[in-house]
């Protein structure tokens, strides 16, 4: 976010959402392009790039180790170093806000010749890493982090990796997107086991890359790579981004809006399943295939929600859209529990606990649980919202001011600029009536 642009949002009530638009690109497909299209050999286009913080400071890291990365700001063009060509950086690689960019980076970085320093903002070196640094010291890798399992993670160069089979312990794409890194530079197969689906974008690219891995039930396993090949790339919009206005239009009256060319990927579109349970009017339009991942026009229409047991198999796959699904819940006849999503207690803020905290500002009954929440139909009454600098939590409680009874103010919200630059001109263009303050 510029820094001339207060950090504030201001919600007044009202606005009906319609016409067509399109969010930005896909956050987690934007990092995994970047990295393969890093580490192949020849040249990676990639078009849709999300031009936020989070993707941004993937390709800054990358740079410093001697990959070159051209961005217009409508292209990304990277000329590959091949597997081994990556060079060691004379400082350590910051990588802001970013968890994806961190633990995806921590296993492709593990099985490199030269030394590296991971670190962060105040809000990544505190969530936890031990979770892929352990797995990847059972691949022998060396790697040291905080007495408290956080960055600053070291990680020693020159250790040859062995594959290992490795059964996650939570659903988690982050972690099993690190050890397929890793696992292109492990002798032998790299083999995890997951009871969960979890996001499979990094599985699809590695195709698109000439390296594809096998996947037999929930086992997928990977080899050593000899070469990953460059390519062209184009990704959808971001779904996780395009959650805010399926929502938005949902809850105000009289909305119809169409959101193009959206990633549905069968492993991120759990909150379409959790929405129309609830009752919302989505259809599915123009339904096609782009670089290997689904897409479609989504078509929403306002509609009267009911309050639902929010299914546990679908919380794994929606996790990242639970502070919206939270606020549409609030907009549900009667009451909406959500359990089995203890991740979120360890996101970019405690979302759980953030989301309570806003609700309470605002007038909406609710109650947390270790794992999830219990929420019931009521009127956001408005107030200020602290979103804690968790993107998320501060566009959900920017659409809850739709349905507000009077404004909504939401601080601390500079961080929404590491997932959906153009959040607040977006909104206004759908219907929102969003100022900054």
């Avoid at 129309?276 to 509609?303: C, F, T, W, Y």
């Avoid at 649980?369 to 219990?374: A, Q």
């Amino acid at each position: 976010m510029n820094s001339n642009i207060s950090s504030s949002f201001q919600i007044k009530p009202g606005g009906v959402i319609s016409g067509r638009i399109i969010v930005p690109g896909d956050k987690s497909i934007s990092h995994r392009a970047l990295m393969l299209g890093a580490i192949a050999e020849g040249n990676t286009t990639i078009t849709g790039f999300l031009q936020g913080e989070d993707t941004l400071a993937t390709a800054k890291v990358l740079r410093q180790m001697g990959v070159k990365i051209e961005n217009d700001g409508k292209l990304v063009r990277i000329n590959g170093v091949g597997l081994n060509g990556l060079n060691e950086s004379n400082i350590s690689l910051d990588l802001g806000n970013s968890g994806t960019s961190a633990r995806l980076m921590i296993g492709l970085l593990a099985g490199q010749i030269f030394d590296s320093e991971l670190i962060g903002d105040k809000s990544l070196m505190k969530r936890p890493m031990l979770r892929v640094v352990n797995p990847l010291r059972d691949m022998n890798a060396e790697i040291s982090c905080s007495d408290k399992g956080t960055l600053p993670i070291n990680i020693i160069g020159g250790c040859k990796l062995h594959g290992i089979e490795y059964e996650l312990p939570v659903a988690s794409a982050q972690l099993k997107s690190c050890l397929l890194l890793a696992g292109l530079y492990a002798e032998g197969v790299t083999t995890i086991i997951e009871h969960q689906a979890t996001r499979d974008h990094t599985e699809r690219m590695l195709s698109a890359f000439s390296h594809p891995i096998t996947r037999h039930q929930n086992r997928i396993s990977i080899c050593k790579a000899d070469r990953l090949m460059g390519t062209d790339i184009n990704i959808p919009a971001d779904f996780s981004s395009a959650s805010f206005f399926i929502v938005a239009a949902t809850i105000a009256p009289g909305s119809d809006i169409v959101l193009e060319n959206v990633g549905i990927n069968p492993t991120r579109d759990a909150m379409l399943k959790i929405m129309e349970l609830m009752g919302a009017d989505i259809k599915l339009e123009n339904k096609r295939e782009q670089s290997g991942e689904p897409v479609a026009d989504i078509h929403i229409k306002s509609s009267e929600l009911c309050g639902i047991n929010i299914p546990k198999e679908l919380v794994p796959i929606a996790i990242d859209e639970f502070p919206i699904i939270m606020i549409a819940a609030s907009c549900a006849k009667g009451e909406t529990r959500l359990s089995g999503a203890a991740e979120l207690r360890v996101k970019e803020s405690d979302r759980i606990q953030s989301m309570l905290d806003g609700f309470i500002a605002t007038g909406i009954r609710a109650e947390d649980t270790e794992d999830g929440m219990v929420i019931q139909e009521s009127k956001f009454n408005g107030g200020v919202v602290n979103s804690h600098g968790d993107h998320r939590i501060a566009m959900a409680f920017a659409i809850a001011g739709l349905v507000s009874k009077e404004t909504i103010v939401v601080n601390d919200c500079e961080n929404v600029a590491t997932s959906f630059p153009g959040f607040v001109e977006l909104a206004q263009k759908a219907g929102v009536n969003i100022t900054y303050v």
